[in-house]
């Protein structure tokens, strides 16, 4: 079998625990489990040279992925659990076979791994001025929309105007289309507006060009890659699947559909057991990681729940009583999870809008930031109410959110460029 080069994760269905890393596998490590192997070999290319190649081997068996970088085209996989394997390379314009080994308990096994080059499809690579031509409009798209999306983003899509002025308008609106409009535009006018989906159209229009910004090439530190371990998780089994509704012209609306691919989305470290919590918004499901669980049916708890259109859910918070609390992008509510019960309770603030983030604060309130209606809110745990503040700068949409350790909350307003601060005494 030859597995095709794929940059993101294998094949949409491992999860990389990214603030967890270490954690996760020191607990597996520490765990009552069999004896361990070592995984080590070399890996060749046909052409050109091999640094910092990406080597994964999957354990079938506890569906875990230890990922390790080559130092001089040689990995190494220290104490890997026993059991059968799938061993592979995973680097961009490369094929690779996929190794089929089984791993003793205190074996150590040699896999040596040949890729071949791929010359894949060809890319139209340009300048950044090709790409994006100056001109009307190209200021706001660098100015308010690539801060986020970056720069090969718009360029990858053929849409008329119309298409293009449904994709702001879902920007600036929201995806929860719960009727009145959730922001001010106050630093939107209309011409800005339209001088945008001008610009998009007349260079990414239907029948456009593909052309990608070219950036210097990555070269990557073997000394340092070479001694990390990056573990990763099979997905968990049974989540549904949601896909969005047909589409009007590249404006997509989350609606539940049969089909589509679920992916996690922010992860969150429980104080209380120190398991990691995700949101699905895709599946509409809160998900209950253990990482030191070994045996895979073991290892996930899944939480789904139903609402008229796809809630969306993104970010994420857990309480000192192990209560999850998480955003939605378009249902616009906290959700609320007791895991002890399964007991899943929706909460709906004073205003629509899309919520991003929540936190967590010392009295175990829950704040929030919506987005798109520019406001800060607090969700009072115990009295079940609300407290919102619209932001003193209109339209300055607060994104990322945290709470110090005297209550306050800060949040980073994308929209103004400024940084807010509500005090809750004050």
Request: proline share 9%; charged share 20%.
């Amino acid at each position: 079998m030859i597995r095709k080069r794929n940059t993101c994760l294998p094949r949409l269905s491992a999860v990389l625990i990214a603030g967890g890393m270490a954690l996760s596998f020191c607990a597996l490590l520490g765990a009552q489990t069999p004896e361990r192997g070592n995984i080590s070999g070399t890996v060749t290319a046909d052409q050109g040279t091999v640094r910092g190649f990406r080597v994964e081997a999957h354990s079938l068996q506890y569906r875990i992925w230890y990922v390790v970088y080559t130092r001089a085209g040689h990995y190494s996989i220290p104490k890997a659990l026993p059991g059968p394997y799938e061993l592979s390379v995973v680097q961009q314009e490369y094929d690779t076979p996929i190794q089929k080994a089984s791993l003793n308990p205190g074996q150590d096994l040699t896999i040596d791994i040949a890729v071949k080059k791929n010359p894949g499809q060809p890319v139209t690579y340009a300048p950044y001025d090709t790409v994006y031509p100056p001109g009307p409009g190209r200021e706001i798209l660098e100015n308010r929309c690539m801060p986020c999306h970056g720069v090969n983003f718009y360029n990858r899509q053929k849409r008329t105007k119309q298409g293009w002025e449904a994709g702001l308008r879902t920007m600036l609106y929201g995806p929860n289309w719960n009727g009145e409009p959730t922001l001010g535009h106050s630093n939107f006018t209309a011409a800005q507006k339209d001088a945008l989906a001008s610009y998009l159209a007349a260079h990414f229009g239907p029948d456009s060009k593909t052309m990608i910004v070219k950036h210097d090439e990555l070269v990557p530190d073997e000394e340092a890659l070479s001694k990390a371990i990056f573990v990763m998780y099979d997905r968990p089994d049974g989540l549904r699947t949601y896909a969005p509704d047909p589409h009007i012209d590249g404006q997509l609306l989350y609606l539940p559909r049969a089909g589509g691919n679920q992916f996690l989305h922010d992860p969150f470290i429980s104080p209380t057991d120190g398991h990691i919590w995700y949101g699905d918004p895709i599946a509409e499901t809160i998900i209950d990681l253990n990482p030191n669980a070994l045996s895979p049916e073991m290892r996930w708890k899944l939480y789904p729940y139903e609402t008229p259109w796809n809630s969306f859910i993104h970010g994420i918070t857990v309480d000192r009583k192990g209560h999850v609390y998480w955003a939605e992008i378009a249902g616009g509510q906290i959700g609320e999870l007791d895991p002890e019960t399964g007991k899943i309770t929706r909460h709906r603030p004073p205003t629509d809008g899309s919520i991003l983030q929540v936190a967590t604060d010392p009295d175990d309130n829950i704040w929030y930031g919506i987005v798109a209606g520019s406001a800060v809110g607090v969700f009072d745990t115990k009295t079940k109410l609300f407290t919102q503040w619209a932001t003193p700068s209109p339209d300055a949409d607060p994104y990322g959110l945290v709470v110090d350790q005297k209550g306050n909350a800060w949040a980073a307003g994308r929209g103004q460029d400024v940084v807010i601060k509500v005090d809750p005494k004050t």
